[in-house]
């Protein structure tokens, strides 16, 4: 099993209590302290006007007008500073969220003083404020609850010199009646123990949402579609090419030629226009060979012709080593995805004649939700390897520009199956 | 002998379509119908009922197969005529597709380039109008390339022979291309069948339709 890459996953395992992840818990709570305390001095500054306000009313007293003016300035000014004051601690807080959470957190892109004013840093001055208000409250409570609990376990002791003292709701004066509460204070210590957990990865999880700098999902999501969009306007623009020249140029060479061809026939080989008739001929049969592996290589024909279950399983009888396949396409997919899938395949199985060492392989084509699945499996000896120039890695790029996942298992000693999925958008 | 061939002829590109017709002319075929869609093709052949039809596999209307599919329905309607579809490319699977269709005789797949060989493009139909099979050079040696376990006991000499024959050549047009006599040719064929486990037959046309049969198996 995988070990979870944060507290709160953590948390659902059964060993938790047993694994380092309570102490990493305590080691964030407890360096979580003077980071808050600095931040709530600070903080102090921000919402001095206000205490200034609450402070005269209460007292009925006229406020201070030109005090308040000059802490408002004060706060104002700190406010303004906040974006770049704070980035420090943003900085230290991403590094101590990693006691907690293993998981990658991007800062947001530093571009001088100036470039400091974004909402990324708005956020870290927001955590900044959320870390010296409600954190210490929190922590406060919790602490408070301990206490209590402590109280609790030491009842029978308290009560030991026949003082009364109040436990919860209930007065006690002896150590016997103080005993059943103490037995609730050494139930409870491991639920208290226990529930620090959420409470700190509650935290953490705060922490990850108002400190994470990378770009937003939907920022992301709109720049993987115009990608998407690119590459199919580049597709549509290759097959129209493709058609432009097998349609209008290779029937037009080849009418050309079998008229060269034609007019052979009727010219006498002791002709002096015959050699040069013979070498137009020979060309022009050149060049519609040429013509054809161009055209080939712009888009292949036989996805035009055949659709992609046809195509692959073209690809298939092309193989040198034997393969099957299984396509259960019950609807057409988009131009792009089909011709992602269909090099995938192509690559995948060019692999599996050069690398692999298979003696057969399958492909399986399906729709899988919104997504069309491809699988090419072998039994090779497996460890294929994308960093040892297996063409994985462009065949990686080019999944991940429809938004694709490539997913590959090669153990070594095979088999080595690798899974294609593409999502169909309409 | 029937005095001449009838063909109906389809072909998308209006100039490559006037060519054929000339070199169907010049090699004293009487061509019936030149038409430019795998529909109009289908009703050319009803209303004309031609000896043998050439047909470029990808027409209107989808531009994508149209031109075999017409060809397939036609041999289902009538088993006799004679089909030879071009396409612009190598593509075993329509090979299959065609040879599936009837009996497998009187079938052609070429290459669209083997028209430039005027010559030998119209002895081939004559071939295929006449009973024969014709399958692409290409494609026979994309079939043969494939390592297929019966076949790599073949020598050299044996897989050009096999290649020959399913092109649909007689023992007779072998020994002149080989430049061998026909009684080695032959010694070849018997050495061939027996390797792949066929049993030896004087009738060429069960010979290729036998090799092409194995041939297709794998694919």
Redesign the interface.
Known sequence: MTQPSHLAGALRRRHYPLSAWPWRALAYAATTLPVAGVLAVAWSVVVAPLLLVVSALRRDRPVDVPALAVLAALALAALAVAPLAVAPVAAVERWRLGLVDSRPLPGPLRRGPIGRFTAAAWREVAYCAWLATVVPLAYGTFGLLVLLDVALVAGPWLTGGGERIVLVWDTVDSPAGAVPYAVAGVLAAPLLAYLAGPLVAGQAAVARWLLDGAPDAAALREVTRSRARLMGAYEAERRRIE?DV??GA???L??L??????AR?DVPDDSPAAPPLDAA?EQ??EL??TL?GI??GIRP??L????LA?AV??LA??S?VPVTVRADLSRPAPELVETTAWYVVSEALGNVARHAGATRAQVRLAHTGRRLVVEVEDDGRGGADPDRGTGLTGLADRVAAVDGRLLLASPPGGPTILRVELPCRP | MPSVTRVVLA???V??R???V??LT?FGFAVAAAVGSAPALVDAVRTHRPDLVVTD??MPPE???DGLRAAVTLRAESPDLAVVVLS??V???YAAALLDSGDGRRVGYLL??R?????EFADTLRRVAAGGTAVDPDVVR?LLR??RDPLDTLSRREREVLGLVAEGHSNGAIAARLHVTEAAVGKHVGNILAKLDLPPDDDTNRRVLAVLAYLRAG?
């Open positions: 058609r097998h349609d290779q029937p037009r080849t009418s030629t079998l008229q060269l061809g034609l026939l001929h022009a049969k519609m060979v054809r055209v080939q024909r036989q035009t012709e055949l659709g046809g399983g073209d009888a092309r040198v | 072909e998308d590109e100039l490559l006037e060519g054929l000339g070199l010049r596999i990808r531009h994508r197969d612009q490319h593509q075993s699977g669209k380039d028209v430039a060989d005027v010559a994309h494939r390592p694919g």
